[in-house]
C-alpha cells in the first residue's frame, strides 16, 4: 500500500471514528430515529467526505441493514440495543466501523462483541489465519454467555469495494486467509442472546447497483442518473426521495441491475450487539483506522 492509499484510510477512519462517537452519545429514549440518521449523514458530507453505506440503524434482533425511510416514524425506545453502523469514504477509500448503544440493562452484552473486537485485533500480524481471529472471536463472547453470530463476518476492503477477501468469521473455522501485510478490512463481532444465525426480513432499504445495462423506462434512468456516482457502493431508497423512484427502484431489482439488502435479524425477542473497527496489517500487527 503506497502512502497516499494509507492517508487516505486514516482521513476516512479518523473522520468516522469522530462521527460515530458523537452520534452514539445523541441517541436517547424518544427521539427521532429518522432524524438521528440524516443529521450524521449530513454530519459525513459537511465534512466534505462521502458515504461508504447508508447510516444503518438496527434494534434489538436485527443485527446489521436497517436505516431509516421517507417518513420514518420509529422513535428510540426504552430497553432498546442499537447498532450504529458508518462507512465513511474518500476518494473511495473505506472505513467501516460500528458500536451499540444500550437503552436497556444489556452492559455484559455489549461488552462481548467489544472484548471479541479487541482480542481480534490485538492478534492481528502477518501470518495470523482469519479462521484463528474467528476463534478468538468466539471464545470472548461464548465465554460471556451468549453466541456469536456465524453467518455475519468481516470483510476486506479496497477502492470503492466494500466485500472482499479476506473473509474474517465470527467463530472458528479451519484455516481461511492467512493475512498479509497491506491488507485492509473490517473484523466486526456480532454477540446475540439468540440462535446465533440471521435471517432476511422482508423490509429492504438498501441498495447497490450490480450490473451495468441499458434502461429504457425514463423513471428508471433518472435513479440509474442519481446512483451513479456511488459506483457499485450502496444506498438508501430514502436517498431518492421521490415516491415514483420505489416502483422504478423495484423494477431495477427484478432486472437484476441493482441488489437489495434486506434486514438481517436473529429471532424475535432476541438481542444483538456490534462493534467494529477497520484496520491495516503492519509488519508487525496493525493500524486501526478508526480509533
Ligand atoms: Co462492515
Known amino acids: 500500500m503506497n502512502d497516499g492509499i494509507l492517508e487516505k484510510y486514516l482521513e476516512s477512519g479518523k473522520l468516522a471514528a469522530a462521527i460515530l462517537k458523537e452520534s452514539a452519545q445523541e441517541i436517547r429514549v424518544g ?12 454530519r459525513v458530507r459537511n465534512e466534505g467526505a462521502a458515504l461508504a453505506f447508508p447510516l444503518n440503524v438496527s434494534l434489538n434482533e436485527d443485527a446489521a441493514h436497517d436505516t431509516a425511510s421517507t417518513g420514518d416514524e420509529r422513535v428510540f425506545a426504552k430497553g432498546d440495543v442499537v447498532k450504529f ?16 448503544v444500550d437503552l436497556g440493562n444489556n452492559a455484559l452484552l455489549l461488552e462481548a462483541s467489544h472484548e471479541a473486537l479487541e482480542a481480534a485485533i490485538r492478534a492481528v500480524r502477518p501470518g495470523v489465519t482469519a479462521g484463528e481471529l474467528g476463534a478468538i472471536v468466539q471464545n470472548e463472547i461464548e465465554r460471556r454467555g451468549y453466541r456469536p453470530i456465524a453467518n455475519l463476518t468481516g470483510h476486506g476492503l479496497d477502492q470503492y469495494v466494500l466485500h472482499k477477501d479476506p473473509t474474517i468469521p465470527n467463530i472458528a473455522i479451519n484455516d481461511g486467509t492467512v493475512l498479509e501485510e497491506g491488507m485492509a478490512f473490517a473484523i466486526e463481532p456480532f454477540a446475540t442472546t439468540g440462535s446465533g444465525r440471521v435471517g432476511e426480513k422482508t423490509r429492504v432499504e438498501i441498495y447497490s447497483q450490480i450490473a451495468e445495462k441499458p434502461v429504457r423506462i425514463p423513471s428508471a434512468r433518472a435513479v440509474m442518473e442519481q446512483i451513479r456516482d456511488r459506483q457499485g457502493l450502496p444506498f438508501s431508497r430514502r436517498w431518492l426521495g421521490d415516491k415514483k423512484m420505489d416502483l422504478a427502484l423495484l423494477g431495477l431489482a427484478r432486472s437484476q441491475i441493482v441488489h437489495g439488502y434486506p434486514v438481517l435479524a436473529d429471532i424475535p425477542g432476541s438481542l444483538v450487539s456490534q462493534h467494529e473497527h477497520t ?5 508487525d500487527g496493525c493500524i486501526v483506522t478508526t480509533r
Open 85 to 100: 453502523d458508518l462507512g465513511v469514504q474518500i476518494d473511495g477509500y473505506i472505513a467501516d466501523t460500528a458500536t451499540t
Open 31 to 42: 427521539r427521532s430515529y429518522l432524524e438521528l440518521v440524516e443529521s450524521v449523514e449530513a
Open 279 to 283: 484496520l491495516i496489517v503492519t509488519a
